[in-house]
């Protein structure tokens, strides 16, 4: 009776443990309504320089994906004073359908500051297309094109909030990876840096009738166990 006692205890331990200690998934893939952090971390030749974005898929059909971003320079300005930021691109799969002239829609009203004006795919951050892994495929920009050069950016502090849309032939989730951008005007510029994702996170989640219904088994399992103890002591 004890040796079948053990067996339910770690049975029912290891469903619970199962449900709840479950470790979040990896940056992709992405469904409606998750959201993606990325950290842009300082290069070698400017420490000063720090950068973050929030990517979330607003919406998913079989034919569109809207993208809202949400890009920050977080360089101080006692760092570097003349640091812009000009591009952001990411690698999107099932592939966009190609498009020269993305439109973005400002999201920030006047909460942030409007930088961005166009995107278009298939383009990317020039040095970033090789030496990755697949290249990006999007790119997203402050002047003329990815490449920069204009003169314009987000400036040290500022933040730039917008959306976009990209056609395509796509299912119930979407990867993206490779998440790049461009410094330039500062010292030691211009770089082009990857950034860090973490992994995707839905805000408004909630358990799967499954999961419950798993974790009310899992605890009926510790419940027995523990009258059974009690019933052999």
């Known amino acids: 009776m004890r040796i079948r006692t053990s067996s339910l205890t770690v049975t029912a331990i290891l469903a619970l443990a199962a449900i709840f200690c479950a470790v979040p998934a990896g940056a992709v893939p992405m469904t409606q309504g998750t959201s993606i952090i990325v950290t842009f971390p ?61 439109a973005l829609s400002d999201t920030g009203s ?17 040095s970033l297309n090789t030496g990755n892994g697949d290249p990006e495929n999007v790119c997203t920009w402050t002047g003329n094109n990815c490449s920069g050069g204009a003169g314009t950016g ?3 502090g500022q933040t730039d909030k917008y959306s976009f849309s990209l056609a395509g032939n796509f299912g119930n989730s979407v990867d993206l990876i490779n998440f790049g951008i461009k410094w330039q005007g500062c010292t030691g510029c211009s770089f082009e840096i ?40």
């Open 110 to 126: 006047a909460t942030d500051t409007d930088a961005f004006v166009q995107g278009k795919t298939p383009d990317n951050v020039p």
């Open 42 to 102: 300082a290069p070698s030749g400017n420490t000063n320089l720090a950068a973050s974005a929030i990517v979330t898929l607003t919406s998913l059909t079989s034919s569109n994906a809207i993208i809202d971003v949400s890009i920050s320079n977080n360089t101080l300005p006692a760092g570097d004073p003349n640091a812009l930021l000009t591009a952001f691109g990411f690698l999107f799969s099932p592939t966009p359908t190609a498009n020269a002239a993305i």
């Open 154 to 156: 987000l400036q040290d």
């Open 194 to 233: 990857l950034g860090i994702p973490d992994p995707p996170v839905t805000p408004q989640a909630v358990p799967e009738p499954g999961a419950l219904t798993l974790t009310g088994v899992g605890l009926l399992a510790l419940f027995a166990v523990t009258r059974l103890r009690r019933s052999e002591s």
